[in-house]
């Protein structure tokens, strides 16, 4: 019994391992500008002022291992960024039309700086919202509520763009395509406003344009509804056909239908987003349009009318294959009167849940000025726990199966007291989708090379960078292995690995900007007819290691280590004896590390 009773415990312990760490997990929060909510955090600030927040934001976000932002880069047709076509918004400088001024662009260097920290870019729009609020909004004369007022509808304190208009969703549509061609972000983002939540009492007016563009379609409401289908298409197939690998998303209110009124919907008793805003979000996953969906489960768990934990098995069961992200409320920690949010552990138990389902592959935070403030403890719980080591974003869905190439040539020199790696990008002779980012992680000198394990990734960072160094290394250097994978824009991994390892005893050599390669000791391979042959020329007499590695790092063949003279020496072995699809040579001399990757010329892959 007691046996039993200790075996039991040890699985539960697993398990709760296993739910507590994901190597993929999408960690996102919303940075919402509109009316300032997030960033800026006034409407006056100075250029330098705007950049120093951001970078105290992001540098933040980084810390905790937050790995994707949405920035809200169109509020109400303006823009936080250099648009031919719609104004600067007023949130970003006070006056609506009213560039930065010195001037910058806030979403490139956005951009810039988020990749330089590895973590995703997704610009969000808020497609058909005009004007915030007519009374208060200061609008400019090339604003499109003055350009084309007849694309407008009056609701309540807003203007809205009219999306039963086939220019409108055009129109639209290329603002979206504009930023998607301009700039290097990792995906297109829409919250829930298509058509506005229902005022009590008011009736938006586009009875005339349902009249004249209905389509053959009888139903007011599911004309609305097809609206914004063909509008989800038209933007998914737009970005998919410029720029693969540029993911879509939209974060739909948490609730589809209820069961009371579909078979198919979920067990609550609130709004719907059906025919609230006429978002039929369901349909969007079966039909493939989306790369995920963000459904905004605000709610906590056990509430009476929406469950959190019966609305995310929902959406677990709903996904069809698409990646799903559950939008949390972090702002309601601590302020909301509902007496679970203010116990403080309300978001990590619903990350738990997240975790334990199979179709859910992360969460993102609304909002980050609530998340900033660190309620009731919740950044230092995550980051001491759920969100202890790096997860890499999940891969998408909708993509063939090669996988990118590894970098390739990895050095390691001493610069400042730290290790700095340097590596070559990987070619393109297998997979043309390249490196988007890269991965570190840092193994012991004699542990295993294991890169499923995540507790061992130190750092992500962006394509366009091919150097990193350790800052964590300082004084008292160890030996360790370091191994950098590629991951492509669909966010696969390369199956083979760049190793660059540091033995203890090299740590003498190694002066600053003292590179591997800096040594006359040089390393060639040939390989033809199934043979290779490895050519090594050494500068001088010194104890030589060739080893020969699979394409996961694990040692085949050691095929020298003695003393050699100065001189150029050849070896042959045989590629039909390598099992994986490519295979790494790694010389030794003087304490440096040559590591070059190969693929086996009797290789199907």
Request: proline share 4%.
């Amino acid at each position: 019994m007691r046996y039993i009773l200790l075996l039991i415990i040890i699985i539960q312990i697993k398990v709760f391992c296993q739910i507590n760490s994901p190597k993929r997990e999408f960690r996102g929060i919303w940075i919402a500008t509109v009316e300032n909510i997030d960033w800026p955090s006034k409407n006056h600030l100075s250029t330098n002022e705007q950049k120093e927040e951001f970078l105290n934001i992001i540098n933040q976000l980084k810390i905790n291992k937050i790995n994707a932002v949405f920035i809200q880069v169109r509020p109400s047709c303006d823009a936080f960024y250099q648009s031919d076509n719609e104004p600067w918004s007023e949130w970003l400088t006070g006056k609506q039309g009213k560039a930065p001024d010195p001037f910058y662009d806030p979403l490139k260097f956005i951009v810039e700086e988020c990749h330089k920290r590895g973590i995703e870019i997704h610009a969000w729009f808020n497609p058909f919202r005009s004007v915030m609020n007519v009374k208060t909004n200061n609008i400019s004369g090339n604003h499109i509520s003055k350009t084309h007022p007849e694309w407008n509808i009056t609701y309540g304190n807003y203007k809205w763009l009219n999306p039963g208009l086939p220019q409108v969703r055009n129109y639209v549509a290329s603002i979206v395509m504009d930023v998607v061609r301009k700039y290097n972000i990792d995906g297109v983002h829409f919250d829930d406003y298509f058509y506005p939540y229902p005022i009590k009492n008011k009736k938006f007016g586009d009875a005339r344009s349902f009249i004249k563009y209905s389509r053959g379609i009888k139903n007011l409401e599911n004309w609305r509804r097809d609206n914004i289908n063909l509008f989800v298409k038209q933007v998914s197939d737009s970005i998919h056909i410029a720029k693969p690998g540029c993911q879509f998303g939209i974060s739909p209110f948490g609730i589809w239908k209820n069961i009371s009124s579909d078979k198919f919907g979920s067990n609550t008793s609130g709004s719907e987003s059906y025919s609230k805003t006429y978002s039929d979000s369901r349909k969007w996953l079966m039909e493939g349009w989306v790369d995920y969906l963000v459904p905004q489960l605000y709610w906590n768990i056990g509430n009476p009318v929406a469950d959190y934990k019966t609305l995310a098995e929902w959406w677990n069961n709903n996904s069809y294959g698409r990646n799903i992200f559950i939008g949390q409320s972090v702002y309601k920690i601590g302020t909301d009167k509902n007496e679970d949010w203010m116990r403080g552990n309300q978001i990590s138990s619903q990350i738990t849940i997240n975790r334990s389902l199979k179709n859910i592959h992360g969460n993102v935070f609304f909002n980050t000025n609530a998340f900033m403030k660190n309620p009731l403890g919740l950044k230092d719980s995550l980051k001491r726990n759920y969100y202890k080591y790096y997860a890499l974003t999940p891969v998408l869905n909708n993509n063939g199966n090669l996988f990118p190439n590894p970098p390739e040539n990895g050095t390691i020199s001493m610069l400042d007291s730290k290790l700095s790696l340097k590596w070559d990008k990987p070619d393109y002779k297998i997979n043309p989708d390249t490196a988007i980012y890269y991965v570190i992680y840092k193994f012991p000198e004699f542990d295993s090379i294991n890169i499923s394990n995540q507790e061992k990734i130190v750092d992500i960072i962006f394509g366009s960078d091919t150097n990193w160094t350790d800052t964590l290394s300082g004084q008292n250097i160890s030996g360790c292995n370091y191994v950098i994978t590629s991951l492509d824009k669909n966010k696969y991994e390369s199956n083979d690995l760049c190793r660059i390892s540091f033995p203890k005893d090299s740590e003498s050599i190694l002066t600053a900007a003292n590179y591997l390669f800096s040594s006359p000791d040089s390393l060639e391979v040939i390989s033809q007819n199934n043979n290779a042959k490895i050519i090594i020329t050494l500068g001088k007499l010194n104890l030589v290691t060739l080893k020969i590695f699979d394409s996961y790092g694990k040692e085949i063949k050691e095929m020298l280590h003695e003393y050699r003279d100065s001189g150029r020496y050849e070896f042959e072995f045989k590629e039909k004896d390598i099992k994986s699809k490519g295979y790494i040579v790694q010389l030794k001399t003087r304490g440096y590390y040559y590591t070059k990757k190969y693929i086996s010329t009797n290789s199907i892959y």
